[in-house]
Each structure stands twice: as C-alpha cells, then as structure tokens.
C-alpha cells in the first residue's frame, strides 16, 4: 500500500512540473529581460552625468559614465528601476533613481510617418501607432501584425483582444528590432488605375512602333 502510494505521488508530481513549466515559460516570454541594443532612459537625482539615455552592451549590460558597467543578466525589464536603485547605492548613498526601458522597433505599412523609433516598453500599441503620425485612412487596424524577422509574433484576433485589455509592448513581448506592421486597404479604383496605366503605355509603344516601321 506504501509504495502504491508514494508512487501516485511520484506520477503527480512529474505532472505538476510538466504543467509549471509551460506557464513559467509563458510568464517569462510576457516580461522579457534586455537584449543588446535596447535603451534605457536614466535619471538619478542630482547626478547629470548619470542622466541621460544609454545603450545596452554585451553582457547584458549597463554601461555608466564613472560607475562602469552594472550587470542586467537576468533582469525582467519591469524590474530595471529597482535593480538599478539596488546597484547604484553601492555607490551612491540613498539615490533617487527614474529608470525606463525604450526598445526600437519599426512602424511600417499604413501610418503617417513609417519609420524606426525608441519607445517605451510600457506603451500601449495604439499609442506607439501615435509616434509614427497615427493610421492613415487607408490602414487596417483590424489585421495589425508584430513581426519579428518573417514570423508573425501576434495578430488577428489575439492581438486586436490584447488591445482590447491595454497590453503594453513588455507584456506582448516586443523586443529591439520587431516590427510592428499595419495592413491597408485594398482599393479597387486604384487597380483600375494601374490597369488604364499599362493600357495607355503598351498603346504608345505600339503607335510608336507603326510610325517607326512606316
């Protein structure tokens, strides 16, 4: 009967891992630590010199004028203000510190002002659409995409819920070198356009042609 039990033990064990794992992981890909290239917005109270905007280098880390380097290895990027406080009073009694995680991602497709730009990593993507100009008439906000390469990271229906619940870029994972893509319209006129376009073109180089060979 003992060993009846302790194996039913055992067995619930090995579940209850198998199931902590994948909610670990997920819980780890909703606040991601730093890569190289993020930014970070820094103010230390009384100190100009350690505020300012700084890059993250190898490591990860946090490379400071003076100070050197402050390890970010492991660091969620929620995390960044307290971890930099902590660090930082090894050198400085009692610092006020302002710290903000910025990633830079592109905003292509349907917007006013395509291009790349340093957000904050609590911003709303409704908000980081806003730093490129906004949508433009054209844009379908409805099939808006986060890419990371050529895979698609979110979109459809999961993305516009998340949205939907203020979903910050840290909460959908949203790295340095995503990209945030809005669709637009197809326009029916407008490929009549392109048609009349080649018409009128292969019409010309045929008239072209008669007048030449006459």
């Known amino acids: 009967m003992a060993v009846s039990i302790s194996k039913s033990r055992w067995k619930i064990a090995i579940a209850l ?18 890569q190289v290239g ?19 280098v190898a490591g990860p880390a946090l490379r ?45 497709g349907e917007v ?6 340093a957000v904050p990593i609590d911003l709303v993507l409704p908000d980081a659409l806003m730093l490129a100009g906004g949508a433009t008439q054209q844009a379908r ?4 995409q986060i890419l990371r390469g050529g895979a698609e990271l979110w979109g459809g229906t999961d993305l516009q819920a998340a949205i939907a619940r203020g979903a910050t870029l840290d909460a959908l994972g ?3 070198g995503d990209r945030i893509q ?6 029916p006129e407008s490929k009549w356009r392109i048609a009349g376009i080649i018409v009128t073109t292969l019409a010309t180089a045929v008239t072209v042609v008669a ?3 006459h």
């Open 211 to 213: 007048v030449t060979h």
């Open 112 to 117: 006013s002002h395509p291009g790349f730009y």
């Open 182 to 187: 809005v669709p637009g319209r197809r326009d």
């Open 17 to 34: 891992c198998a199931v902590a794992a994948p909610i670990a992981a997920q819980s780890r890909a909703q606040h991601p630590t730093f």
């Open 38 to 56: 993020d930014r970070i917005l820094l103010r230390v109270e009384g100190d100009s010199a350690l505020s300012d905007t700084f890059t993250v």
């Open 64 to 108: 400071l004028p003076v100070i050197g380097a402050i390890p970010l290895a492991g660091v969620e990027r929620n995390d960044l203000e307290a971890h930099l406080t902590r660090q930082l009073s090894r050198y400085i009694k009692d610092p006020v510190v302002q710290a903000r995680a910025l990633i830079r991602v592109s905003v292509v």
């Open 174 to 176: 949203v790295r340095a």
């Open 141 to 144: 906000v409805d099939q808006l």
